[in-house]
């Protein structure tokens, strides 16, 4: 079974709006952690932002911020006013037992003018 | 700062063939990772290691080795490659409790 679910594999926004990227995971351990990281086409991965599953309010980082829903294990991306540069393939991963970490299949976000 | 680095950034390889990806870390972590990139699957973890000497089976260790001698490197061995192997590689290091894996920037493998 699938451990971090990104459904959305293609994501369009206009320029200045704001978008959500959709992850869900799936955990026992009550000790884990979120993490959000950006591939642009040149195909580094940038860290974005993290959130603890003890954290009690939602991680932001500027622009990024992480809608974290602990019941609902979701731990949503929220990017505020999209800029062109953001274009690029957004990654979810979990950090869980024996400090695992793995990642989701991903959501490309494209952003028009 | 040097922070992760992969050695090779490109390879191609003939099937059957081995060879050994390397990961150096300065950061002084103590858990690295080996990962695998392939369009629409995200990134896959094989092989992870929490210390020196350590190493545990990810989601797709079938084919590959690993290797923790040092701290700061992490090896991964291909000892008969497949086409199926054909991929990007990333390695990432973080330390016990830290909220950021780092990355280095990738070794693309192709098996013909």
Known sequence: AQKITQTQPGMFVQEKEAVTLDCTYDTSDPSYGLFWYKQPSSGEMIFLIYQGSYDQQNATEGRYSLNFQKARKSANLVISASQLGDSAMYFCAMREEADKLIFGTGTRLQVFP | ?112
């Not at chain 2, 870390?25 to 896959?44: F, I, K, T, V």
Request: glycine fraction near 12%; proline fraction near 4%; hydrophobic fraction near 35%.
């Open chain 2, 1 to 112: 700062n040097a922070g992760v680095t992969q050695t090779p950034k490109f390879r191609v390889l003939k099937t059957g063939q081995s060879m050994t990806l390397l990961c150096a870390q300065d950061m002084n972590h103590e858990y690295m990772y080996w990962y695998r990139q392939d369009p629409g699957m995200g990134l896959r973890l094989i092989h992870y290691s929490v210390g020196e000497g350590t190493t545990a089976k990810g989601e797709v260790p079938d084919g590959y080795n690993v290797s923790r001698l040092k701290k700061q490197n992490f090896l991964l061995g291909l000892e008969s490659a497949a086409p199926s192997q054909t991929s990007v590689y990333f390695c990432a290091s973080r330390n016990g409790g830290a909220t950021e894996a780092f990355f280095g920037q990738g070794t693309r493998l192709t098996v013909v």
